[in-house]
């Protein structure tokens, strides 16, 4: 029973933790980028999401889709605001460009976080799910929205991987991530391809967090924890590659879960924490890392 | 760094004095404030020579300062003397620093700043799980405190920065400084020239981890509390952070300038309620986004032109 209600609640907090890490782990891979901003982009989708849905009475279908639009557009005013004037800029010297784009997206987060604040109050905010009902699985009530959210997470997850191997652009995106510099010897416009990744990307944050407003809630007190677990699931499992951030949500969602039903709720962090500190010391390129 | 130079000597003796005599010129909250930004200035001062000069990224300011803290408090309801409560917090930051920095030093880039970033993570649960010795969320008090009145505080605060102020910039202008900087820009070269280039960092993470101890153990005596969010917060780590880039790093002295920008702004939009710290952030990543190299690269510049 509480093996089963275990493996079951694991596997749709691990499948919503791996949405939320791809997009992270796909920009780290193509433009070298780790955007610190990632908890503020999901939770501005949920609360979009949950204003337009509640407020405006748009409905919980026309605000879960705005609320990924509004992700959508968060990440490509971070991308135009922030990330790319300090990529582009003359007075920063190359190699210190990382900790720049760092220093610049933790305090576009701190903006977005102060702000859905001032205009939200930081009261979590929870989307009413697309489906509601409870299933009964071997015995274990499960909502109908775990489930959805469980198969979404899986059908993106999915697309992606078609985007990624099957067409041009997706290709494209693929061979920048291992040598941009003989992507644009090809002739592929760099810039274009960075634009791509960032839609992929908010497209994924945004449906990451209107998905987890519908199933544990998002606030502005949230942002840190979610970019930190999203940094640690991408980096556990190598940064750059969206099958180790895939493996490592897994790892860490089970881990987390086990350590809620079978040791206390609240030291659920800690396991997956220590993980990370030994997999950073023995192995620092993460479980599946190229480098 | 040239402004800096050019500037006479007296000019920088000048403003010592004045900022010395300034407690008897204003009132007692804004010397409070002041006490508060010299020793976060030291925060940051320390974070920038591992920054700015040996390349490393530190996440995790407030692993070292946390570390200072609590030894420091622990020490000091045990009933052993400030003094040494004080020392023994900066010893403690720099063996846990030391602990630290040797096998993450092995790393490179992010993976160093994430290590950094989950010992911060790490040492705030082991806080919260012992409570029963730490106090857990809520924090400790501890029975002593430095001075009573706000003057000798702001005081002690003030030479205290100065000191570390200056003990910092001439390690950093002194070879050992150079053969940082040149290992935090080329590790491979630096090491090709004969210099050990691990044991160059690992000395001068113990360094800062000694500053940032220290000052966290003096704000302990100073508050006379301490908590996960007064000294090991993540938040506090960034505003460390923030204040070194915003000052302009690799220059020491503007990470102390960003460190006192940053509290007097804090105090300065209060008012703004909510706000205050939104437009503090976006002030500074305006100053990062149009001059990267910060209040000194600024005041550089205008040094050139006039």
């Given at each position: 029973m509480l093996a089963l209600q275990i493996l079951i609640d694991g596997f749709a907090i691990s499948a919503l933790y791996g949405l939320g890490a791809i997009g992270f782990t796909l920009i780290f891979g193509v433009s070298g980028v780790l955007n610190l901003s990632h908890g503020g982009i999901?939770?501005?989708?949920?609360?979009?999401?949950?204003?337009?849905?509640?407020?405006?009475?748009?409905?919980?279908?026309?605000?879960?889709?705005?609320?990924?639009?509004?992700?959508?557009?968060?990440?490509?005013?971070?991308?135009?605001?922030v990330v790319r004037p300090i990529q582009r800029s003359r007075a920063i010297p190359r190699d210190e460009t990382e900790?720049?784009?760092?220093?610049?997206?933790?305090?576009?987060?701190?903006?977005i976080q102060?702000?859905?604040?001032?205009?939200?109050?930081?009261?979590?905010?929870?989307?009413?799910?697309?489906?509601?009902?409870?299933?009964?699985?071997?015995?274990?009530?499960?909502?109908?929205?775990?489930?959805?959210?469980?198969?979404?997470?899986?059908?993106?997850?999915?697309?992606?991987?078609?985007?990624?191997?099957?067409?041009?652009?997706?290709?494209?995106?693929?061979?920048?991530?291992?040598?941009?510099?003989?992507?644009?010897?090809?002739g592929f416009e760099l810039s274009s391809i960075y634009l791509l990744v960032w839609t992929i990307y908010g497209v994924l944050a945004g449906l990451a967090g209107v998905l987890l407003a519908t199933f544990l809630g998002a606030g502005s007190a949230n942002i840190g924890q979610l970019t930190a677990s999203a940094f640690s699931i991408v980096v556990l499992g190598g940064l750059g590659s969206v099958s180790g951030s895939l493996l490592a949500a897994y790892v860490v969602g089970y881990l987390e879960t086990l350590t809620a039903y079978l040791v206390a709720p609240t030291l659920r962090t800690i396991p997956s924490l220590l993980l990370l500190v030994i997999v950073v010391y023995l192995r620092p390129q993460g479980l599946l890392g190229r480098r | 760094m040239a402004a800096v130079r050019r500037w006479r000597p007296w000019a920088l003796v000048v403003l010592l004095v004045l900022l010395a005599v300034l407690p008897w010129g204003v009132s007692a909250y804004i010397v409070g404030v002041l006490t508060v930004a010299y020793y976060f200035a030291v925060y940051a001062m320390s974070w920038d020579l591992l920054f700015g000069f040996a390349g490393e990224v530190n996440f995790g300011p407030t692993f070292l300062i946390g570390l200072g803290a609590y030894a420091a408090s622990l020490l000091d309801i045990h009933r052993w003397p400030v003094p040494l409560c004080v020392l023994v917090g900066a010893a403690a930051a720099v063996v846990g620093g030391a602990a630290l920095a040797v096998p993450a030093l092995r790393l490179r880039g992010p993976y160093f700043g994430l290590v950094t970033l989950v010992a911060v993570l790490v040492l705030q649960q082991v806080i919260v799980i012992f409570a029963g010795i730490t106090g857990g969320e809520i924090g400790l008090s501890v029975p002593d405190v430095l001075a009573v009145d706000a003057n000798p505080n702001y005081w002690y605060a003030l030479a205290f920065m100065v000191a570390s102020g200056g003990i910092l910039v001439t390690l950093s202008r002194s070879p050992v400084g150079l053969i940082l900087q040149a290992s935090g820009q080329d590790a491979t070269?630096?090491?090709?020239?004969?210099?050990?280039?691990?044991?160059?960092?690992?000395?001068?993470?113990?360094?800062?981890a000694f500053f940032s101890g220290l000052s966290g153990a003096m704000v302990v005596f100073y508050e006379?509390?301490?908590?996960?969010?007064?000294?090991?917060?993540?938040?506090?780590?960034?505003?460390?952070?923030?204040?070194?880039?915003?000052?302009?790093?690799r220059t020491i002295y503007g990470a102390a300038l960003g460190a006192i920008f940053l509290i007097l702004a804090n105090e300065l939009l209060r008012p703004l309620g909510q706000l205050n710290t939104f437009v503090v952030a976006a002030v500074a990543l305006i100053v990062i986004l149009f001059f990267p190299n910060g209040f000194m690269g600024i005041l550089g510049r205008a040094g050139e032109r006039s």
């Open positions: 999901m939770v501005i989708a949920a609360i979009a999401a949950w204003a337009i849905a509640g407020d405006l009475h748009a409905g919980t279908y026309i605000g879960s889709a705005a609320g990924v639009l509004i992700g959508l557009i968060a990440a490509l005013v971070t991308y135009g605001l900790i720049f784009v760092l220093t610049g997206t933790l305090l576009w987060g701190i903006m102060e702000a859905v604040a001032y205009f939200f109050t930081d009261n979590p905010v929870t989307v009413v799910p697309l489906i509601s009902g409870v299933a009964t699985i071997g015995g274990v009530r499960v909502p109908y929205n775990e489930i959805m959210i469980a198969a979404i997470c899986w059908s993106v997850i999915g697309l992606l991987w078609l985007l990624v191997n099957r067409t041009r652009a997706g290709r494209a995106l693929l061979a920048a991530s291992i040598n941009p510099r003989g992507l644009t010897l090809l | 070269e630096t090491a090709a020239l004969g210099f050990n280039v691990a044991k160059h960092k690992v000395a001068a993470f113990c360094v800062s006379g509390t301490v908590s996960v969010g007064s000294v090991i917060d993540l938040a506090l780590g960034v505003q460390v952070i923030i204040a070194a880039v915003l000052g302009g790093r």
